[in-house]
């Protein structure tokens, strides 16, 4: 069982930077993809990067390359999401999700083996 935890969101103006982290409890981090995945209100789930268990790969929604990037640090148990020059449709509650492969993870809405409460972003215009 891995519990993952979100933190990092909050409200920022257009423009600006945030950046998400998604601590997971299990030793065995390292051995997981992980992926970002939001859901915006009356919208379905979409993913939005994943990143492979070694952070050799990383992956990307259209709406969202080159704004945001996605890292992780397998000595902390932590991944990350760096998004910058936010816009108003970036608002949205941001969750991580863990799964074995990260084809579960991207591009789909997600299956994902395991999965955090979700942190809120709001983009101001």
């Known amino acids: 069982q891995v519990q993952l935890v979100e933190s990092g969101g909050g409200l920022v103006q257009a423009g600006g930077s945030l950046r998400l982290s998604c601590a997971a409890s299990a030793g065995t981090f390292s051995s997981y993809a992980m992926g970002w995945f939001r859901q915006a209100p009356g919208k379905e789930r979409e993913s939005v990067a994943a990143?492979?268990?070694?952070?050799?790969?990383?992956y990307y929604a259209d709406s969202v390359k080159g704004r945001f990037t996605i890292s992780r640090d397998n000595a902390k148990n932590t991944v990350y999401l760096q998004m910058n020059s936010l816009k108003p449709e970036d608002t949205a509650v941001y969750y991580c999700?863990?799964?074995?492969?990260?084809?579960?993870?991207?591009?789909?809405?997600?299956?994902?083996?395991?999965w955090g409460q979700g942190t809120q972003v709001t983009v101001s215009s």
């Open positions: 990143i492979n268990y070694s952070g050799t790969s990383t």
């Open positions: 999700a863990a799964d074995a492969v990260v084809a579960a993870l991207f591009p789909g809405p997600g299956g994902g083996k395991y």
